[in-house]
């Protein structure tokens, strides 16, 4: 277990899941099988994007499957009403997405803690009901039907289950890889200071309103891009795509891979959604056995699996280092002594 993480961790094993991403068509049994991932694919754009207000930021946010529903109506109102080109539309789902977020986070950033997650919970619910309800603009229960598939890039039609599956995949690579580069550089490290201690990072000069609303709001545009390919992919929108429990199954993707990690929601996003597939043949029952296997990684493994192996391994690093010098150079006289 330890060297499959090891490879994973490093850039050869990003290489490797890149490749197993690119051949899986060709092993996939059948098209349903592709749009399982297809599916598993958008909703990990969307766990990722949440991972960085949570799993780095350390703020909890329960209206992000709300943002996603933004980005996902952006495109179906865009296409279907106003007759918009489906990457014209797509191209603003996720600035919807954050402009939207920036006058949320405005108000639920000045809150802490479980008062925050709370707040934002209360937002998720206005933005289902106001899906719900606004006939006029969202097309209310009926939802939108007949969103245009993405149009045709260098002479690719986007128009059978693989292609859309290449599609997706491209922009999980290239989320992802743009991610990376977020949580490695200064900004990444300032929103870790930020949920290690708002106190010291507030000390060391750091604007927490201004940096927390950047995050809350680079991570509300992962979401809004995320519904707006999954309106694209899907063709049919309902208000469920608002739903909280959404967001909760986002959050079950991000703590059984490991919070705060690059690869951990990746994993959980990625696995989670191909468990609750073969556990089908237990119809209703299945979330019955998933629920304890769910309780037993979280009380065992509570940093995901990511997490505790990347704890595992710092611990370990650090015993094997050697003492210092002047602890070595101690040592034969203490011997001497306690035999005097």
Not at 6 to 24: D, R
Not at 232 to 251: H, I, S
Not at 325 to 332: G, N, S, V
Request: proline letters at 4%; a positive charge; aromatic letters at 14%.
């Amino acid at each position: 277990m330890g060297a499959l993480m090891n490879g994973i961790q490093g850039k050869w094993g990003w290489a490797l899941l890149a490749a197993l991403g690119l051949v899986f068509p060709l092993i996939a049994k059948n098209d349903y099988h592709l749009t399982v991932m297809s599916t598993a694919y958008i909703f990990a754009i969307a766990t990722i994007g949440l991972n960085l207000i949570t799993g780095y930021t350390g703020q909890f946010n329960l209206a992000h499957s709300g943002f996603m529903a933004v980005g996902a109506y952006t495109v179906g109102i865009l296409t279907v009403d106003h007759h918009w080109p489906f990457w014209a539309a797509f191209a603003l789902s996720g600035f919807t997405a954050a402009a939207l977020g920036f006058f949320v986070g405005i108000l639920s950033l000045r809150l802490r803690g479980h008062f925050f997650s709370i707040f934002t919970m209360c937002v998720g619910y206005i933005m289902f009901l106001v899906i719900e309800k606004w006939e006029s603009l969202t097309h209310g229960t009926v939802g939108i039907i007949g969103i245009p598939a993405p149009g045709p890039i260098a002479g690719i039609a986007f128009d059978t289950p693989r292609t859309l599956y290449y599609l997706v995949f491209v922009f999980l690579v290239l989320g992802v890889w743009v991610m990376s580069r977020i949580v490695r550089s200064l900004l990444g490290r300032t929103f870790v200071a930020i949920r290690n201690s708002e106190e010291l990072a507030e000390s060391l000069g750091i604007n927490l309103m201004r940096t927390k609303l950047l995050a809350f709001m680079l991570s509300v545009f992962y979401a809004g891009m995320a519904g707006g390919l999954y309106a694209g992919f899907v063709r049919f929108l309902g208000p469920g795509v608002a739903a909280v429990e959404n967001t909760f199954d986002m959050t079950m993707h991000m703590l059984i891979g490991g919070a705060g990690t690059l690869l951990g929601p990746l994993l959980g996003a990625l696995s989670v959604p191909w468990l609750t597939q073969y556990l089908q043949f237990l119809q209703e029952y299945r979330f019955i056995v998933f629920g304890p296997i769910l309780v037993l990684l979280v009380i065992f493994l509570p940093h995901g699996v990511v997490g505790t192996y990347l704890g595992w391994r710092a611990r370990r690093a650090a015993h094997a280092q050697p003492a210092p010098a002047a602890t070595r150079a101690d040592a034969p006289m203490r011997e001497g002594t306690s035999h005097v």
